[in-house]
């Protein structure tokens, strides 16, 4: 047993591992900084124990075999769609846009979407799994389609455009791994382009609209729809080289940047920190994600392949998706960054899925128990 466990040790990725602490320590700095202006400890004491919850969360993870969760794949699918389904019931969000993304509990106030991301990417790496020999046949493809379309369905009933993304992400990037043909893939993007006029016209509320709009010309509406973006790059670009130095940024600690604790957490670290420091955050971030990919191209089933693949494509999509609309080169989704943004519910499931990727690497050699 103790020959097992030292073997297990030995495994473990101590590279993502720290990579991961660092970033997750960078953001508790961040998220300090950003709130000091507030006049109130609350946010960096929450941040932390979500930060300690976290790290605790991932090792526990690590060296619990994901093979065992992914037996209970019907039971995490039907949590995944009560938790979606009770958001739109009780869910509370952002009243201006109509918004049910959060669950109150009183006591705690969490993201149910955050928590439903590792359930999907889970549930769908067994079905993948299942029909890998198979991969291809229309009725495997239709039931790929039908499992998608009802988690984002209910996603955007919310309404959440942003992490409705980072779903279909992690969705085309597992099926590319698993070798789906070109075909089914020009299919969807012809179908997406014909859908495209019916979402703006009949879906897209008219806030939605407005992002877009302000994403092609944020001076249409520099007091309200560009507010955010206009701030967000005069602080990214005010920062220079070095930064103005941690707690002396203009736009971060005089108010004029709006939310910058959490959806534009990466604006604060470009005014504060510099190129130099959005440089370092960014390395840390894309060596996490391709250490993602890397485990699972090395693990020892294609369940691990693709559950490492999905978790390396859910933090891709949504780092990009966060640091482009951060400067400007998307619309404003309010998505948060792995690792730094303020949320407890997206903290402690961010280290969560990589103490999945963790476990995965630990057993990328078939170990007996």
Known sequence: MLKKIKENI???????FIACIILAVIGLV??????????????IIVQSFAFLLGVAVCLLMAFWDYEFLSTKWLYIAGINLFLLALVLIIGIGAEE???????DLGVIKFQPAEIVKIGYIICFAVQLDYCKEDINNPKFVIFYLLHFAIIIGLIML????????????????????????????????ASALVAAPFLWFFFLGEYQKDRIRVFLNPELDPLRSGYQVIQSKLAVGSGQIWGKGLLNGVQTQHGYLPAKHTDFIFAVAGEELGFVGA???????????????????NAKNSLGGFIATGIGMMLLAQSFENICMTIGLMPVTGITLPFLSYGGSSLVTTFLAVGIVLNIKIRHRVINF
């Open 10 to 16: 030995r495994n473990f990725d101590t590279p993502l």
């Open 30 to 43: 961040l998220v300090f900084s950003a709130s000091k202006s507030y006049g109130s400890y609350k946010i």
């Open 97 to 103: 846009v109509g918004g049910k993304s959060w669950i």
């Open 158 to 189: 919310q309404p959440d455009f942003g992490t409705a993304m980072v779903f279909l992400a992690i969705f085309a990037g597992m099926l590319f791994v698993a070798k789906l043909n070109y075909k089914y893939i020009l299919a969807a993007l």
């Open 279 to 297: 440089v370092l955050i960014i390395g840390l971030i894309v060596f996490i994600i391709c250490r993602c990919f890397y485990i699972a191209f």
